[in-house]
């Protein structure tokens, strides 16, 4: 998969998630830049990823995303 379609996807993702079909994601995107992302919303998004895309994240992926360009690398990697 490239990595625009990723961004499709998780965009679709992310709006879904957190209720506003506006979202335009980025690289650069945190929790602070979505209305309503807290730890509960961010589970519900990594279990849609998952389930989406077929992959599983390890705690440690996890434990390193600090942003959006962060989830979307880790993705990209796994989908080579």
């Known amino acids: 998969m490239e990595r625009n379609e990723i961004i499709e996807k ?4 992310f709006r879904e998630v957190f209720g506003d079909k506006n979202i335009v994601i980025n690289d650069e995107m945190t929790a ?10 961010h589970m ?4 849609k990823v998952e389930d989406e ?11 390193r995303l600090k942003k959006v360009g962060d989830l979307i690398s880790i993705v990209e990697s796994k989908l080579q």
Do not use: A, C, R, Y
């Not at 998780?10 to 993702?13: A, F, K, L, N």
């Not at 602070?32 to 919303?41: A, G, Q, R």
């Not at 519900?44 to 279990?47: E, G, Q, R």
């Open 32 to 41: 602070n830049d979505v209305e309503n992302w807290d730890s509960l919303t």
């Open 53 to 63: 895309l077929g992959i599983k994240f390890k705690l440690k992926e996890l434990n």
């Open 10 to 13: 998780i965009t679709w993702i």
């Open 44 to 47: 519900l998004m990594i279990t």
